[in-house]
Every structure is written in C-alpha cells, then in structure tokens.
C-alpha cells in the first residue's frame, strides 16, 4: 500500500498489489522511479523489481532460496538483501540491472537491514549474548562491528543524508522506543520524547531528504 504524507486530512490508503501473492519488504529507489520487493508470486520467495506505478514487475533473484528485507544502495546500483542461500542465512547484494548475487556476510539477521549514505557499510540487528544487538559490515571487506547499545535493539535505519542511525530499544516490561547513534555507535544526544517515540512491532522508515522519520 501507500499512504501519501499530508497532515490536514485523514490519511487515504492506496492498494498497490491485490494482496495475494505474497509482496512483502517494499524498498523504493533513491530516485523515486523503481521499487524492490520480495514476493512469493511464483511459489519461490524471490525480489521482484518494478516502476514506481508497479508495472512492469520482473523478477530480480531466482531460485529457491528465500530472499527478503530489499535495500537499494544511496546510488541506487546495487541491492542489499537477506537471504538463505547457500545453506545460511546472511547479506547479499544483486546489480540493480540483475545479475548473479554476491555474498556479503554470513549472520542470523534479525529484520532489516540498511545502507550508510557513503555506501561503505550496511547495518544490521543479529541475536547477541544476551539481547540483540546491532552490527555494521564493511561492504568492501565483510568484516562486521558491533555496535553498543543498553538494551535490545533491532530495526535499523541509517539516513540517507547524515551518520545517525535510527533503531528501536525495547525494554522489558516497559516498551519499545525510537533510539539514534551514530555509526560508530556513540548516542546521539538530541531528546526524543517517550510520549511520541513509543512503538509497537518494529519498522522505521527515513524520508529520502533525511528530515523524517517514520515508524511503527
């Protein structure tokens, strides 16, 4: 679906796909003009790639592998994505235009996963010790780095514009908030209100100018 943004009026929903082919993990180009998803169409669940309007959709990995959690690269030439093949489950990254798929790092990622805006690194959530944490890979040399964080932290979304990584910090028995780093981990320290930053199962979005933030 799409929900245009606009604050003086009810929101309208609009049905992009009729819902019964399994279309998941929507990602669009930083260019507004093509979106990756994944989708189990054709019984195997593959990435599809199509116009903004979702004609033309073609698919981008085959197989029978399951690949999800889509991420265009800031430059919009590579995509990022979670998969099982090869028997693991890790990152992968595709042409934009197809092709064969790379591996980039074997790691039991938790949900999604997103670019730096220089497109050097990728970050990510994976179970950890204790609770999960959060993990960049260096995309030239699949070498990873945690990052610190008090509590649980999942669903990492880097802005396209600034270092500041978006994730949400779940405390037991409390809830789920709305947490910023930067990229080698150390808090960032503007306030965000509980009452406005308090979530539920887990999904965040930036706006392509960097100066939103969507979550749910």
Known sequence: IRIPIDFDRAPVVQPLTDGFSGD????????????????????????????????????????SAIDERPAYSRD??????????????????????????????????????????????IVYSEPGPQVPQLRTVDVATGKATVLSTARSATAPAWSPTADVIAYIETEPGVGAFLKLMSGDGKPDPRPLPNKVTRLSNGSLSWSADGRRLAGV
């Open 24 to 63: 998941f993990d929507p990602s669009s180009s930083p260019d507004g003009t093509r979106v990756i998803f994944s989708s189990s169409r054709t019984g195997n669940r593959n990435l599809w790639s199509v116009r903004a309007d979702l004609s033309r959709a073609v698919p981008l990995t085959t197989g």
């Open 76 to 121: 919009g030439q590579q995509i990022a994505f979670v998969s099982d093949r090869g028997g693991h489950r890790g990152i992968w990254i595709v042409s934009a235009d197809g092709g064969a798929p790379n591996p980039l790092i074997t790691a039991d990622v938790i949900d999604s996963i997103s670019w730096s805006p220089d497109g050097k690194r």
